[in-house]
């Protein structure tokens, strides 16, 4: 019975919020820092040149145009590298990354997991 099953009640985004999870985001995209950062398989079967390529231009990315960016969060890209279509994807778990976080605003109870993709594999 929907009526009865327990509801979670996400905070209400703010500016403030939506500010400090694009900070945490660019932290992770940029640094590497904040969060796991996970590469598929098909992109790693070019070789590690080829994604230590794909990652320097993921944390120089500086263009999150409102398609790709609907909630101002820089939480998805995507790039051409070598011909090669590739997309990337922040999303927010709890600490165990087992459910999404409660608050993405709030690292002490949110795990970043960026995934760096080939297209072709979404």
């Known amino acids: 019975n929907l009526a009865s099953s327990p509801q979670k009640a996400f905070p209400k985004m703010t500016d403030e919020k939506t500010a ?8 992770l995209r ?13 992109l790693l079967e070019f070789g590690f040149p080829f994604a230590a390529q794909v ?32 997309l990337w994807k922040i999303d927010y778990y ?9 608050d993405p605003s709030d690292p002490n109870i949110t795990q970043r997991v960026m995934t760096i993709m080939l297209a072709d594999e979404y």
């Open 55 to 86: 990652r320097a231009a993921i944390a120089r990315e500086t263009n999150f145009p409102a398609g790709n960016d609907p909630y101002n969060e820089h939480d998805f890209g995507a790039i051409d590298i070598e011909g090669n279509r590739v």
């Open 20 to 27: 400090r999870i694009r900070e945490l985001n660019d932290q």
């Open 30 to 42: 940029a640094s590497g820092q904040g969060g796991l950062i996970l590469v598929t398989r098909g």
């Open 94 to 102: 709890d600490l165990d990354r087992r459910y999404a976080s409660d």
